[in-house]
């Protein structure tokens, strides 16, 4: 059974920082891209940030392109974001799950940022 479980949220101040981590379970994520995405209240799910593998090439959204640092541990079988310089529009809940998503792919609860002005 595929599992998901993000932690790391938070509330924090503009400027601030928070380190997200995803731990994976159920499939072989270890040998996939992962990647990170957010969600606001009404709007869709958006990409954030992705890791390949086996490459580990990593590839950011605009927006949080220069602030954020998505890493993975294989051995550990978790996935995790760094963000630094936080600003209220990354406000959002942040999941983690492989990339590309597939279509009826599981999703975790996800983890909450709220990001202060």
């Known amino acids: 059974q595929v599992q998901l479980v993000e932690s790391g949220g938070g509330l924090v101040q503009a400027g601030g920082s928070l380190r997200l981590s995803c731990a994976a379970s159920?499939?072989?994520?270890?040998?996939?891209?992962m990647g990170w995405f957010r969600q606001t209240p009404g709007k869709e799910r958006e990409f954030v940030a992705r890791?390949?593998?086996?490459?580990?090439?990593?590839y950011y959204a605009d927006s949080v392109k220069g602030r954020f640092t998505i890493s993975r541990d294989n051995a550990k079988n978790t996935l995790n974001l760094q963000m630094n310089s936080l600003k209220p529009e990354d406000t959002a809940v942040y999941y983690c799950?492989?990339?590309?998503?597939?279509?009826?792919?599981?999703w975790g609860q996800g983890t909450q940022v709220t990001v202060s002005s």
């Open positions: 159920g499939r072989t994520f270890s040998r996939e891209p």
């Open positions: 799950n492989r990339y590309p998503v597939g279509t009826g792919d599981y």
């Open positions: 890791i390949n593998w086996p490459t580990y090439l990593t």
